[in-house]
């Protein structure tokens, strides 16, 4: 049906009317009445009197009690009477109200400027006395306050590499965040506040530092692997092989979750090697040994016998151990730690000796010397023997060094270790020229010809006070014969 312009009018006309007859109610109604959005402290006090407004808050404040939930099932309560929660003056709710009515409701309906008002008080040195105090902060016997704790790297036995630990949240509140949160919650009246809320309360807990998805946390794990998954092994000979894995790196390897670093642990690792090295030393131990009478006596000290080169060691395994090894390699042994994948991770290495015996007895470390070819030094008797091929074959008398301190003849077990047919002997108070020089220790004791002309007065006891300055005299032609019959590298045994 088409309408027609004075219809039109009509209708235009009623609108009107309807529209203004709709104001007229809506001021008529909001005119002893708060405007819409208005609010104490975020609770709704649209469409009240001023009256009723204040008496739904003041009821509110009477029995107000909050009550906190925190992690772990932690709960605090708080009672509007423990912290002085009041109903501000009223003649701060009153300007507030009058100032709201000095304009239309339109103003506020059609987007203007919603009343807040804050109309509750409180009591912030009791508040904060409250929260110090409650369990949440202080914990209990049945409520251990824990810190965050990182998400880092550790060895899993079962899987034998590293894997990401999962972050520990804790339950340690951020203080200003938490009084803050409590605060505000007070302040609108509300009744509950979940603490584990994240969205509405995301900083109210200390957090950890490193969380398990983290792509930092992720790269720490490459490369503490790179370090774990090593298999350094040693050929000691005999079928005896020593090795360093994962078993004690996983020990040598430091994790800083701070600093987001994975750093081989150095001291650590020498540590090992130390043992190892120790384990494989047959330098200084007692050994058992037949002397020119027949008996039988232990001697120890001296320095033959083996000992691995420490220095060395340690340089080489370092320099295995900062060569990560082939990816593939890692990924196939992560998948599987079967023998056959660990082959592929191997290190091969040889042991570097600073010293060598004759042989290695694993059983028995003793059984190091050549039993069939040495030589050696009856201090009390003040004689020389050599064997060879298990048999005496020569001895004679000697002068080892004067008895006191910085002069005697040190026993234990050697080895020949430098012969030469002249050398000057130097120290601080002589200078002396000698033949047949064949050297027992680097400190500077050897075999060797002196010229002495009290050769006649030799005694087993001349040695206490005319003694050498430690080296094994003997005359010109017992010196050639000892130089003769002995080769480097042969025992020698100094005893009483």
């Given at each position: 049906m088409r309408i027609t312009k004075k219809q039109g009018g009509i209708i235009g006309g009623a609108v009107a009317v309807v529209l203004i007859a709709a104001a007229i109610g809506v001021?008529?109604?909001?005119?002893?009445?708060?405007?819409?959005?208005?609010?104490?402290?975020?609770?709704?006090?649209?469409?009240?009197?001023?009256?009723?407004?204040?008496?739904?808050?003041?009821?509110?404040?009477?029995?107000?009690?909050?009550?906190?939930?925190?992690?772990?099932?932690?709960?605090?309560?708080?009672?509007?009477?423990?912290?002085?929660?009041?109903?501000?003056?009223?003649?701060?709710?009153?300007?507030?109200?009058?100032?709201?009515h000095s304009q239309s409701v339109f103003s506020t309906i059609f987007g203007g400027k919603k009343t807040k008002v804050t109309a509750v008080a409180l009591s912030e040195q009791k508040l904060k006395a409250k929260l110090k105090q409650s369990v949440l902060i202080k914990g209990s016997d049945t409520y251990k306050i824990t810190k965050p704790v990182?998400?880092?790297?550790?060895?899993?036995?079962?899987?034998?590499?590293?894997?990401?630990?999962?972050?520990?949240?804790?339950?340690?509140?951020?203080?200003?965040?938490?009084?803050?949160?409590?605060?505000?919650?007070?302040?609108?009246?509300?009744?509950?506040?979940?603490?584990?809320?994240?969205?509405?309360?995301?900083?109210?807990?200390?957090?950890?530092?490193?969380?398990?998805?983290?792509?930092?946390?992720?790269?720490?794990?490459?490369?503490?692997?790179?370090?774990?998954?090593?298999?350094i092994q040693w050929d000691?000979?005999?079928?005896?092989?020593?090795t360093l894995g994962p078993d004690v790196l996983k020990d040598c390897i430091k994790v800083n979750t701070k600093r987001h670093t994975v750093k081989l642990d150095q001291p650590a690792v020498e540590k090992?090697?130390?043992?190892?090295?120790?384990?494989?030393?047959?330098?200084?131990?007692?050994?058992?040994?037949?002397?020119?009478?027949?008996?039988?006596?232990?001697?120890?000290?001296?320095?033959?016998g083996w000992r691995i080169d420490y220095d060395k060691v340690i340089e080489q395994t370092m320099k295995a151990l900062k060569k990560a090894p082939d990816e593939s390699a890692i990924k196939a042994y992560e998948k599987d730690p079967s023998k056959e994948n660990e082959q592929a991770l191997l290190t091969s290495l040889k042991p570097v000796y600073s010293h060598k015996g004759y042989r290695m007895d694993y059983t028995?470390?003793?059984?190091?010397?050549?039993?069939?070819?040495?030589?050696?030094?009856?201090?009390?008797?003040?004689?020389?023997?050599?064997?060879?091929?298990?048999?005496?074959?020569?001895?004679?008398?000697?002068?080892?060094?004067?008895?006191?301190?910085?002069?005697?003849?040190?026993?234990?077990?050697?080895?020949?270790?430098?012969?030469?047919?002249t050398k000057t002997l130097t120290g601080a108070d002589y200078s002396v020229p000698t033949r047949y020089w064949t050297r027992i220790m680097w400190t500077g004791t050897g075999y060797h010809y002196s010229s002495r002309g009290d050769w006649g007065s030799w005694s087993p006891t001349y040695y206490k006070t005319n003694g050498s300055h430690g080296c094994v005299n003997l005359t010109l032609s017992d010196a050639r014969s000892v130089y003769n019959l002995t080769k480097i590298g042969d025992p020698v045994f100094i005893h009483y």
């Open positions: 001021h008529a109604h909001y005119q002893n009445r708060w405007y819409p959005g208005s609010t104490f402290n975020k609770v709704d006090v649209s469409g009240m009197t001023y009256e009723e407004s204040v008496k739904k808050v003041k009821k509110s404040i009477d029995s107000y009690k909050l009550k906190i939930k925190g992690r772990n099932n932690g709960q605090k309560v708080i009672s509007g009477k423990e912290i002085d929660l009041a109903f501000k003056t009223e003649s701060h709710v009153k300007d507030a109200y009058k100032k709201q990182d998400a880092t790297i550790v060895y899993s036995a079962d899987k034998k590499y590293g894997v990401i630990q999962k972050e520990d949240e804790g339950n340690y509140l951020n203080r200003k965040a938490f009084y803050d949160a409590v605060e505000k919650s007070i302040e609108s009246l509300s009744n509950t506040l979940n603490l584990t809320d994240e969205k509405k309360n995301p900083d109210v807990y200390k957090k950890p530092g490193l969380y398990h998805d983290d792509e930092e946390l992720k790269q720490m794990q490459t490369t503490y692997n790179e370090y774990l998954l090593h298999f000691m000979g005999n079928n005896v092989k020593e090992w090697l130390e043992s190892f090295c120790l384990k494989y030393k047959t330098q200084g131990i007692a050994r058992t040994f037949k002397t020119h009478s027949g008996k039988k006596i232990k001697v120890s000290g001296g320095d033959y028995n470390k003793q059984n190091d010397w050549d039993t069939q070819n040495y030589s050696e030094v009856d201090l009390s008797a003040q004689e020389v023997f050599v064997y060879k091929k298990g048999k005496l074959v020569f001895s004679t008398t000697c002068i080892t060094g004067k008895a006191t301190p910085d002069r005697i003849t040190r026993t234990g077990v050697y080895d020949i270790k430098e012969k030469k047919l």
